[in-house]
C-alpha cells in the first residue's frame, strides 16, 4: 500500500501543524487541493479542538490531521521559574509589565480525555511530537483505524518508533522549524542537536532501516526540493515554512516581516518554551543566548515571557516573539495554500 492510498491523499506531500500560526482553514486548503491538511491541538483547550474539526467537516470531506505533543508533564519547580523570572527583570521594567504568576496556560500532552473527546470522529490521521503516547492509549486510537505519525530527529528515534507502533515516521532533519522532535537522548540540548543530521542523510539512514514509510521534513521549498527528498527514499514531504506567507495562514504580520527579511537568520533557541525549536533570531535570543541555562523544563519556560511578548508586539516589535521558521525560507509565498500545493508537487 502506497502512503497515498494509505492516507487517502491524492500526493503525498502534508503541511507540517504549526501551532499559533494556523487553523483548520490552512488545513481545508491543502486538504482539498489534494495534499494532507494537519490542524495543530497541542495548545488547543477541549472545546476548541472539538471546533476546529467541526469547521474543517463542514468545509471538506477530505482526511485531515490532528497534532498532539506527548511529552511527560514535569512538576513545576517554583524556585526555578522564579530564577528565571528574574532574568526578565529589566526587560519587564523597561516595558512596564509586571511578572506573571506560574499558572498560565500551558501545552498539554495527549491523554484519556482528549482520546474520549476524539473517539466519535475517528479521525484519519494522528500525529505526535516528542515520542508516542502510552502503549494502552496509542492501542486506543489505532483501534479506531487511525494511521499515527510521529517524527524522529535521529536514526534511534525512528527505530524506536516503529518498534512501538507509529505506522509512518517523519524525518525531521536540523533545518526544519519550530521545535525539534527529541524524545530519547535526554535533555543535553547543544551536545545533542550536532549530533542530529539534515534531512536527506535522515532520511537515508530510515528509509534504509525502517519497514514503515519515511516522510522527509526540514529545508524543503520547492518543487525541486521535494524530488530531491522523495529520490533520497522518502515515501513522502512534509512543509511548514512555506506555507506561513499563504492567505490562510494566521501569521502575524511581524512574523510575516520577518520571514520575508534575507539578513535575517534562523537558529535553535530553548529560551521560548525549555525545549529546542528553530526561529528566526531577534533580540531576546542575541541579549540572552539561545540555550541559555538554568532554564525551567517544556512548557514552563514560556510562562516567564508572555507579557513581553504581548508588550513588544503592541509597539510593533518582534523582540520577544517565537518566529518559528525552518532555514530555508526561499518558498515562502504570498498565494493560497492550494496554490503554493499545487506548485510544490507539480511544479511552476
Known amino acids: 500500500m502506497t502512503l497515498c492510498e494509505r492516507l487517502a491523499i ?5 503541511q507540517a501543524p504549526m501551532a499559533g500560526v494556523q487553523n483548520w482553514q490552512l488545513a481545508v486548503a491543502v486538504s482539498e487541493a489534494g495534499g494532507l491538511g494537519a490542524i495543530p491541538c497541542g495548545m488547543l483547550a477541549p472545546d476548541q479542538i472539538v471546533e476546529h474539526i467541526e469547521q474543517f467537516r463542514r468545509r471538506s470531506q477530505r482526511p485531515y490531521n490532528l497534532n498532539f505533543f506527548c ?3 514535569p512538576a513545576a519547580d517554583n524556585a526555578l521559574l522564579q530564577h528565571w523570572q528574574q532574568q526578565m527583570t529589566p526587560y519587564y521594567n523597561q516595558l512596564e509589565v509586571e511578572p506573571p504568576g506560574f499558572d498560565g496556560a500551558l501545552r498539554r500532552p495527549f491523554d484519556d480525555d482528549i482520546a474520549d473527546l476524539l473517539e466519535p470522529y475517528r479521525p484519519a490521521v494522528i500525529s505526535f511530537h516528542f515520542g508516542l503516547p502510552a502503549a494502552e492509549l496509542l492501542q486506543r486510537v489505532k483501534s479506531w483505524g487511525t494511521t499515527v505519525l510521529s517524527s524522529a530527529t535521529t536514526l534511534e528515534e525512528g527505530l ?3 518498534q512501538h507502533g507509529a505506522d509512518v515516521v517523519i524525518a525531521q532533519g536540523i533545518e526544519a522549524g519550530g521545535h525539534r522532535a527529541v524524545f530519547l537522548q535526554g535533555d ?3 551536545a545533542l542537536l550536532q549530533q542530529q543530521p539534515g534531512c536527506a542523510e535522515l532520511v537515508t539512514q530510515l528509509s534504509r532501516q525502517l519497514d514503515i514509510p519515511v516522510i522527509a ?8 526540493d521535494v524530488r530531491r527528498m522523495l529520490a533520497a527514499g522518502a515515501a513522502g ?10 492567505d490562510e495562514a494566521n501569521t502575524s504580520e511581524l512574523h510575516r516581516q520577518a520571514l520575508q527579511d534575507e539578513q535575517r537568520q534562523t537558529a535553535v533557541t530553548t529560551l521560548f518554551s525549555g525545549r529546542p525549536a528553530r526561529g528566526i533570531v531577534n533580540r531576546v535570543m542575541t541579549e540572552l543566548g539561545c540555550m541559555p541555562s538554568p532554564l525551567p523544563p517544556f512548557p514552563y ?10 508588550a513588544a508586539e503592541a509597539r510593533q516589535r518582534d523582540d520577544f516573539s517565537p518566529l518559528w521558521a525552518g532555514e530555508n525560507r526561499s518558498g515562502c509565498r504570498a498565494i493560497s495554500a492550494a496554490q503554493l500545493t499545487r506548485q510544490l508537487w507539480f511544479g511552476e
Open 237 to 246: 514531504v512534509q512543509l511548514g515554512t512555506s506555507y506561513l506567507l499563504c
Open 10 to 14: 491524492d500526493f503525498p506531500l502534508l
Open 160 to 162: 524506536w518508533l516503529q
Open 71 to 73: 511529552h511527560t508533564m
Open 301 to 310: 519556560a514560556s510562562l516567564a515571557l508572555a507579557p513581553l511578548r504581548s
Open 188 to 190: 543535553d540540548w547543544p
Open 217 to 224: 521534513a526540514g529545508g524543503i521549498a520547492s518543487h525541486a
